[in-house]
């Protein structure tokens, strides 16, 4: 509320999350005011969902002739809004700016380096998303003035941590989810699998839920996964008869809906290890100080892996199960403070205020 005087937002929500759970609960559980405009965009290729967006947006922008627009991530929703404004000269703010894969098969690299070379003003929440920022030209000594043409870089570290912070006292008075699923502390692991290079290759999925229900089996601790709408349907469609049957039988692999923010964060919390594709999910784990098996060959937060606390294993079976050991017979972890001091939404704020000014 420190900047609410001063700055005035105009919500879009272009609807690429259109499953309620995916949605509508995290307007309510995390008090955002609901959007101004929903462009209803739904599910489809990549190209199909960008245009539609752009077509929306664009509109939008010219109606309400913003001074900036403010976009976050590497989503669809991100390369759209940057597009959308730089096409008609509205200065674009990229929070997340500088994060890097090195792995342009993935749309979200292609999507977040274009938004940072579109951008006014990039926020990067790390010391390897300032560099990489430094290695492709930009300057990063502060004396950007904020334009298309003289960008303003700045570390400012992670509003997702800010956002952890606050939720998880918030989480720990309104989520049940622990006890509605008769779980223990420590007693479990959270798994979500949603990225395309997972679930539209069949030999993929077989091999990650293959280790999931292993993993389970042999370990003691049950397998909780909230699934995407669109992963459920891809199993059906990927995973032999006899593997789901395997998995629809086992007692330590249990399949729920997609769990809202503040169940999310009782799971994290609450959690042995995770096991995800999700890049979010794979900071939590840190921020929640728990090790984290990544399914995905490559990942923008490399400080996770570089420390120790996370494993990459990409959709490889043997890897999955190996990280998955390796980091539960660990007992020497450390959780340094790369993602800032939880004041990272009070600076962004106030360099998009001096911009303006």
């Known amino acids: 509320m420190h900047f609410s005087n001063e700055l005035d937002e105009i919500i879009v929500h272009t609807g690429q999350h259109y499953d309620e759970n995916m949605s509508n609960v995290f307007f309510e559980e995390m008090k955002i005011p609901f959007p101004n405009y929903n462009l209803n965009v739904g599910s489809g290729s990549h190209g199909k969902q960008t245009a539609k967006m752009l077509d929306g947006l664009e509109e939008i922008f010219l109606n309400e002739k913003p001074y900036a627009v403010v976009v976050y991530g590497d989503t669809n929703s991100t390369i759209a809004g940057a597009l959308a404004a730089a096409k008609i000269h509205i200065p674009i703010v990229h929070i997340e700016a500088g994060l890097r894969s090195f792995n342009k098969s993935m749309p979200e690299e292609v999507n977040r380096i274009a938004c940072d070379h579109m951008s006014s003003l990039l926020f990067t929440p790390t010391d390897s998303g300032l560099e990489n920022l430094a290695k492709e030209g930009f300057d990063i000594n502060g004396n950007g003035k904020g334009s298309a043409d003289s960008p303003g870089v700045h570390q400012c570290g992670d509003i997702m941590y800010d956002n952890s912070l606050h939720f998880s006292?918030?989480?720990?008075?309104?989520?049940?989810?622990?006890?509605?699923?008769?779980?223990?502390p420590n007693g479990y692991i959270l798994c979500t699998v949603h990225r395309d290079s997972n679930t539209d290759i069949k030999k993929n999925m077989e091999s990650i839920f293959q280790a999931l229900l292993d993993i389970g089996e042999n370990s003691g601790l049950k397998m909780i996964l909230p699934l995407h709408p669109r992963t459920k349907h891809k199993m059906k469609e990927q995973l032999s008869t006899e593997l789901i049957d395997n998995i629809?039988?086992?007692?330590?692999?249990?399949?729920?809906?997609?769990?809202?923010?503040?169940d999310i964060i009782a799971l994290?919390?609450?959690?042995?290890?995770?096991?995800?594709?999700?890049?979010?999910?794979?900071?939590?784990?840190?921020f929640f100080e728990k090790p984290c098996v990544i399914l995905r060959p490559q990942t923008e937060w490399v400080e996770i892996v570089d420390n120790g606390n996370a494993i990459l294993a990409d959709a490889d079976y043997d890897r999955i199960v190996n990280a998955f050991n390796n980091l539960l017979s660990k007992d020497d972890y450390s959780y340094p403070s790369?993602?800032?001091?939880?004041?990272?939404?009070?600076?962004?704020?106030?360099?998009?205020?001096?911009?303006?000014n």
């Open 169 to 184: 006292e918030v989480s720990d008075k309104k989520s049940t989810m622990i006890q509605d699923l008769d779980l223990l």
């Open 248 to 262: 629809s039988k086992s007692e330590m692999v249990k399949i729920i809906d997609p769990a809202g923010f503040l």
């Open 268 to 286: 994290e919390k609450n959690a042995r290890m995770l096991i995800t594709d999700s890049g979010g999910l794979q900071k939590e784990s840190f």
């Open 338 to 356: 790369f993602y800032g001091d939880g004041k990272a939404a009070e600076f962004i704020c106030q360099k998009i205020v001096d911009m303006v």
